[in-house]
């Protein structure tokens, strides 16, 4: 199998495999807070820095303790702990150094530990055999490509918060409609390049 350039995977991660576009993984949470764009900013941005490190931490102590001692099936058990505690940790951050932020997240900062985005990041890093910078690479265009979805999204959501919408599609509905509008918008980037 050809090296891809860390560089390649980052990128890729952002626009052909996003991983709310391509792959459709972190829905609840994007659906939910992409009604503002502050706020979708601020999940996104946290949603970046969790899938990052965790994405790291994971691949550490996949490598480095659950490969040598033989105990690669506890992956997921370890990944889900390990996601759990860093999100935690960032929660604490937030909550101290910026209560209106944490306020204005509510319910989402937590649920950022059960955003399949985040287990698929490590996953995906593992089924796809990603050495250590790639999986950096990886998880940080990831998590930009979730916070340019979500961003959109809410960019999108404040502009038609007006527009006359048929009584059926209003809520959910009508933001199910547009993530489809913007998935097939970014499978024009998808002849760039393919990292599966």
Known sequence: MMEINPLVIFFASIFTNNMILANFLGMCSFIAISSEIKTSLSLGQAV???LTFTTLLNYLIYHYLLVPLGLEYL????FIIIIAAFVQLVEMIIDRYFPALYYALGIFLPLITVNCAVLGVSLFMIIRDYTLLQSIAF???SGLGWTLAIV???GIRQKIKNAPIP???EGA????IITGL???AFIGFSGIVVIQ
């Open 48 to 50: 970046t820095f969790v």
């Open 75 to 78: 992956r997921y058990i370890v």
């Open 139 to 141: 998880g940080l265009g």
């Open 152 to 154: 959109t999204m809410a």
């Open 167 to 169: 009584k059926g599609l």
């Open 173 to 176: 509905g009508i933001t199910l």
């Open 182 to 184: 913007m998935a097939l």
